[in-house]
């Protein structure tokens, strides 16, 4: 969450939070973790509404969008796991 400053800021320039629920994930960049990420949100029927990634060097972040509240905290879970479990 933003600080006060911030927040009172970006609305000075016409700026809002989105009211689409957000997940950001950052972490080191390895072969197939995208894919496992994204069989896992899948594979529990979790539908994505936006899905924004890059790579800058060895790390990666991805911003993705959710249709519900609770499908995001769902995800949230699914892709801890799935950065967790090791390509074989």
Do not use: C, W, Y
């Not at 989105?18 to 997940?23: F, G, N």
């Not at 894919?35 to 949100?41: E, G, M, N, T």
């Not at 993705?64 to 609770?70: D, I, N, P, S």
């Amino acid at each position: 969450m933003a600080g006060k400053k911030v927040t009172s800021a970006a609305e000075q320039v016409g700026l809002a939070a989105s009211p689409i629920p957000t997940l950001l994930v950052e972490g080191d960049n390895k072969p197939g973790l995208a894919h496992r990420i994204a069989q896992a949100v899948a594979d529990a029927g979790v539908n994505l509404s936006f899905l924004v990634a890059q790579v800058l060097g060895k790390r990666f972040v991805a911003t993705l969008g959710f249709e519900t509240e609770a499908d995001a905290k769902k995800a949230a879970g699914l892709i801890k796991k799935a950065a967790l479990v090791q390509k074989k």
